[in-house]
């Protein structure tokens, strides 16, 4: 099925269901069934509403984190490369999305709490 027309409630052709639904009313779709030959008209309701739960310590998937990698670990510095990682000479560490770093289970070198690096130098790995 083929979804024709999408109306908010408000447009034309809404009116009848947001007076029975009110505030439930989502929306009014046509739909086209080529199979039946046949239009549909669908509506869509809020059947029940409750207080989003958010946790605050979850990490966004697209936070860039740092890592921990030895300077002779070429392999994994060659894999954060390929996902997307960069080396950051200021900070020492190499830096990479945390999806990524689920995705390659790193999650046990990520550093927590960055060290201030003002008085070493920096040696980037070749």
Partial sequence: MKITKKMIP????????LEKYG????????????QSQRRL???E????SAPLKINKN???????MCLRIGYHEKYLQNIVKGAGGRWNK????WELAYKEIRLLGLENRIIRKMANNRNIKS???P
């Avoid at 447009?11 to 269901?17: D, I, L």
């Avoid at 309701?45 to 029940?48: H, Q, T, Y």
């Avoid at 200021?90 to 560490?93: E, G, L, R, V, W």
């Fill in 10 to 17: 408000g447009q034309p052709g809404t009116k009848k269901w």
């Fill in 23 to 34: 505030d439930a009313l989502i929306c009014v779709r046509y739909r086209d069934d080529h």
């Fill in 90 to 93: 200021q900070k020492q560490a």
């Fill in 58 to 64: 979850t990490i966004p998937m697209n936070k860039i």
């Fill in 123 to 125: 040696r980037s790995p």
């Fill in 41 to 43: 008209k669908t509506i």
């Fill in 45 to 48: 309701l809020v059947v029940e």
